[in-house]
Nanobody, 125 residues
Framework: QVHLAESGGDSVQAGGSLRLSCAVS????????LYWFRQTPGQERKFVAC???????DYAREVRGRFTISLDRPKNTLYLNMRDLKPEDTADYYC???????????????????WGQGTRVTVSS
């Protein structure tokens, strides 16, 4: 079982930067692939980025080059560094975990079962 808790959401201007954090706890958490998804009202939760236990990351096309996922294992914290934010990045951001050696950019929300409570990012133009 893994416990996830996001933080760092805020309101920013377009072009700004923000860092989201996700505290990860649980037995054998170091063997989990970790994900960021985001969701806007009325829409399904969508993949943003993921990182596997070997620190290999992958990104959705629309955030590649602007967002960076990282994992501080001693702190058991997952990060999402976001720069050059756009109004279309406005969403609730969620972290998720799966026991596995690889992360999968093709996952949909239904493929994952352990989620945090979310943190809201608002980007104004």
């Amino acid at each position: 079982q893994v416990h996830l808790a996001e933080s760092g959401g805020d309101s920013v201007q377009a072009g700004g930067s923000l860092r989201l954090s996700c505290a990860v706890s649980g037995e054998f958490a170091r063997f989990w692939a970790l994900y960021w998804f985001r969701q806007t009202p009325g829409q399904e939760r969508k993949f943003v980025a993921c990182i596997d236990p070997n620190f290999t990351g992958d990104y959705a096309r629309e955030v590649r080059g602007r967002f960076t996922i990282s994992l501080d294992r001693p702190k058991n914290t997952l990060y999402l560094n976001m720069r050059d934010l756009k109004p279309e990045d406005t969403a609730d951001y969620y972290c998720a975990a799966e026991n596995g050696n690889f992360c999968h950019a093709w996952y949909v929300a239904g493929d994952l079962h352990d989620w945090g409570q979310g943190t809201r990012v608002t980007v104004s133009s």
